[in-house]
């Protein structure tokens, strides 16, 4: 790959780089020190926080469940490995564009039911049971646009979050 190809694939996958969290109502704190999860361990030498263009690395490879995936847009920051560390001195240029249920997540991104749907066989949204066929199809939500859940039912925003726990504390997370 010529390095002019790579540089603008860097431009176009910076420019949504995601959170996960465990509140709905996530804001960035400017006086945050996050940890250091390399091999070095302890905090982070300055206030900030760390994004990631894939979330699932999060999940999968570090039992990351969280229930909301935080979207961001015009994040600036260095890259480490599969990670950006934004310094709370650029939170003024970046945005939260939507926060979206881990599931819905999975949906828009890969158009397949997501991690919890297929745990629990039932749907993310309504709770609603996915036949046997339609867990099997794996084009089901190809074109699917995940919604922003800030302002949704605060009922369905608990039982949800308490099924990504649920699931989480299955897989082996650090929840």
């Known amino acids: 790959m010529s390095t002019h190809l790579l540089e603008a694939w860097r431009v176009i996958a910076a420019n949504k780089l995601y959170h996960l969290a465990d509140d709905v ?9 996050p940890e250091n999860n390399t091999t070095l361990g302890g905090d982070w030498p300055e206030p900030g926080i760390f994004l990631t263009a894939s979330p699932e690395h999060w999940l999968n490879g570090y039992g990351y469940w969280r229930p909301w995936v935080v979207e961001f847009e015009g994040a600036e920051g260095k890259s480490y490995g599969r990670e950006v560390f934004v310094p709370a001195s650029n939170f003024s240029r970046m945005r939260i564009s939507r926060v979206m249920a881990l599931d819905a997540y999975a949906r828009e991104e890969y158009g397949e039911w997501g991690w919890t749907e297929e745990y629990f066989e039932t749907t993310y949204d309504t709770f609603e049971p996915i036949s046997p066929e339609s867990l099997l199809d794996h084009s089901t939500w190809a074109g699917f646009r995940a919604p922003d859940v800030r302002n949704s039912d605060f009922g ?7 099924r990504v726990k649920e699931f989480g504390a299955q897989r082996g997370s650090i929840f």
């Open 25 to 33: 109502n996530f804001t960035l704190d400017p006086t945050f020190y």
């Open 156 to 162: 369905w925003r608990s039982k949800y979050a308490q």
